[in-house]
């Protein structure tokens, strides 16, 4: 039977909140520390303001398409709207940001400082509610985050250059999962953590301490709906995965929501692909703030990213919403699928 002092003691160590969790890595933050507590805490209250409406959509008029198209020629649920407006208005409120792009919006948005200047360090790039088509059928869905520095001078107002920097130099990334459990899991450069939210107090605690990928697994996961799209090299990988020898064959286990296949992918071991097809000739996926933020968390998990070629991270962006296909996950998978791919030239139109 425990005493007080040691049930207290061992709930104490097994129970760090995101708060404690933070001020405790301040110091690992190569900036200035209490800016990072700002940037992730604004993102922690918008993910539990999104989190609840995101559990009862099924329960008000918040389902099904709003009568808006984005830049990606998606039809906008109306989460997704919601999504942008909460997240932009909680980054806007703690003064740090300089500057936020999102899927949502066709251009960024430039945000002042508190002394109406243009002083504030950082931008942050999101995907607000990624899968959100799977949201009326009450599939999970997610949000994505990347954040850097910017590097036009302060001082002046943001640029385009703040936002299109190289995913290797991202100073912080995350997502949040809006599944059976909500989760925010995030990096600043110092491995990847993962928060579980306790709804009913709403807390995040520190659940998943050090995530990493499995080097390798048997988990693949692509919409094969598009095989005859794709190209030669995810062809011979994918009848590569599900040809029977020693303890194969593989499991496709597909979500259609990008957070979830990664998060089950990166605790199980798998590949997650969206490459080029003869409909999606740049793949689907966003470099900004799809790729870059899911290739940083990979890396700090020990696993990788390409796209099906060369590092995600090394990739110059030369627009804030191109596409780039995407190859993440554990890192002798990505390895192997890329020997695959170099058997055929790079369709460089992308
Ligand atoms: P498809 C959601 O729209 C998304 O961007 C990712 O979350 C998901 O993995 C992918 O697209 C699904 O695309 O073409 O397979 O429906």
Known sequence: MYSTTQTF??????NITLGEFIIDKQTEFQYSSGELSKLINSIRLAAKVVNYEVNKAGLV????ASDNINIQGE??????????????????????VCGIASEEDDHYITIKGKNNDHNNKYVVLMDPLDGSSNIDVNVSVGTIFSIYRRISPEGTPVQEIDFLQKGSQQVAAGYVVYGTSTMLVYTTGHGVNGFTLNPAIGTFYLSHPNMEYPKDGTIYSINEGNYIHFPQGVKDYLKYCQ??????????????????????????GGIYIYPTSTKAPKGKLRLLYEANPMAFLAEQAKGAATDGYQRILDIQPTALHQRVPFFCGSKNMVAKAGEFMKLYPQDSSY
């Open 61 to 64: 008029d918040i389902l099904g």
């Open 75 to 96: 039809q906008q649920q109306k989460l997704d709207v919601y999504a942008n407006e909460v997240f932009m208005q909680a980054l806007i409120n703690r003064e740090i």
């Open 243 to 268: 040809k029977e020898e020693g303890d194969r064959p593989y499991t496709s286990r597909y979500i259609g929501s990008l957070v979830s296949d990664f998060h089950r992918n990166m605790i199980k």
């Open 9 to 14: 003691t061992t709930m104490k160590k097994n």
